[in-house]
């Protein structure tokens, strides 16, 4: 009986001493496994489905390159982007990435790495329109995703005053399909968003003369994983180091437009 004893405690040490080992092992921890990056997919040119259905943009590459120097792959999970900070602190996301600007509300819920690109929020109506200018929207009905920077622009600048509507669109295909069907007046929309349609559609619409503002895009990080923030931000500065972040964006942009 004690040799049977014996026997059990002994395989019960070695599993322990097994299992103990695995967890140290590469791929095993948290930083190693697939991460989750949560995305709007209807936001190009940043992340957006092609003709082929297929998720692509500049921010797709960019988290893959990333995800390569950081020695582990990515997966792009479509979300409701109104509730993209619930998904990154549920856990079901592992970042947000996809023209994901910086601001201070933001960074309550949220980590951010350093900004990458810098956007302005921007004022957009049909080419044909007679609107020019900011103040031009007295009386206007306007367009805007729902819980984007873009709202926050509006409603910190004087003109919302004047403004007779604001419609929420749960993406920006819907509001400047909005726009192209009179709907509304015009759409508060991300400039390298509409500066990709202009290029797409280029006698559709025009931009107004004023932007909202000025703002940087970043990525997302769950607050209190600080050693995923340390190691993706690693991998952005290797990036922008040896160039691949410029590669990238001159695909996209024709130009390189990542912050250094």
């Known amino acids: 009986m004690k040799r049977i004893a014996s026997i059990i405690l002994t395989v019960s040490t070695a599993v322990a001493l097994l299992v103990g080992c695995s967890s140290n092992k590469p791929g095993e ?8 990056i949560g995305i709007d997919d209807k936001f190009a040119p940043m992340g957006f489905r092609d003709e082929n259905n297929k998720i692509v943009g500049f921010d797709i590459d960019y988290a893959k390159a990333a995800a390569e120097k950081m020695g582990t792959t990515v997966k792009f999970q479509p979300i409701d982007w109104k509730t993209k900070e619930t998904e990154l602190s549920s856990g079901r996301i592992d970042l947000i990435w996809n023209g994901y600007t910086i601001t201070d509300e933001r960074k309550e819920k949220v980590l951010f790495t350093k900004p990458y690109l810098k956007n302005s929020q921007v004022l957009v109506t049909l080419a044909k329109s007679n609107l020019s200018k900011l103040d031009d929207l007295e009386g206007k009905e306007v367009g805007l995703q729902s819980l984007s920077s873009a709202a926050d622009a509006l409603n910190s ?53 004023e932007s909202l503002a000025p703002e940087e895009y970043g990525v ?3 607050k209190g994983n600080d050693e995923l923030l340390e190691k993706l931000q690693k991998a952005l500065d290797e990036m922008n180091q040896d160039g691949t972040a410029s590669k990238i964006s001159e695909k996209w942009f024709g130009e390189d437009k990542v912050l250094k």
Request: aromatic fraction near 6%; charged fraction near 35%; proline fraction near 2%.
């Open 29 to 36: 921890n948290e930083q190693d496994k697939t991460l989750v």
């Open 220 to 222: 997302g990080v769950k």
């Open 157 to 209: 600048h004087p003109v919302k005053s004047k403004i007779k509507k604001v419609t929420e669109f749960s993406d920006n295909v819907l509001a400047l399909s909005d726009l192209k069907s009179g709907r509304v007046d015009a759409v508060v929309i991300d400039e390298v968003v509409i500066k990709y349609y202009m290029s797409k559609e280029k006698e559709a619409f025009k931009i107004l003369d």
